[in-house]
């Protein structure tokens, strides 16, 4: 799926929206939503309150773990579940995220 930025100021992070009907309708439809992903172009380690806010929202939602990937230079990834998060190595994922229509670009 494809952001659209919405906000952006210079030397200031940017948000993005993205359409959230597509992600409820594929995950309605194939159940195979394992996480999300974007970027930190401003190489801001680590997930933001934003982030945090909305994977908890998403976990919420599907009743699931979701992994929420950031390449912010360097690929970063944690499993957010119900009452928990863990940093997980997206390295070992392979092409198996990358390749696959299963995490969802925002």
């Excluded at 940017?14 to 172009?41: C, L, N, Q």
């Excluded at 009743?63 to 957010?80: A, T, Y």
């Excluded at 997980?88 to 995490?103: C, D, E, L, Y």
Aim: hydrophobic share 40%; with cysteine; aromatic share 16%.
């Amino acid at each position: 799926f494809v952001g659209f930025l919405i906000d952006y100021r210079v030397g200031q992070p940017a948000m993005v929206e993205f359409d959230y009907e597509k992600v409820y309708e594929a995950e309605d439809r194939t159940h195979d939503v394992i996480g999300f992903f974007h970027s930190h172009p401003c190489g801001c380690s680590g997930y933001s309150d934003t982030d945090y806010k909305t994977m908890r929202a998403w976990v919420t939602c599907f009743g699931k773990p979701l992994l929420c990937l950031i390449d912010s230079g360097q690929l970063q990834g944690w499993l957010f579940t119900k009452d928990d998060i863990l940093e997980v190595n997206p390295a070992k994922f392979g092409n198996m995220v990358v390749g696959k229509r299963k995490v969802y670009a925002a």
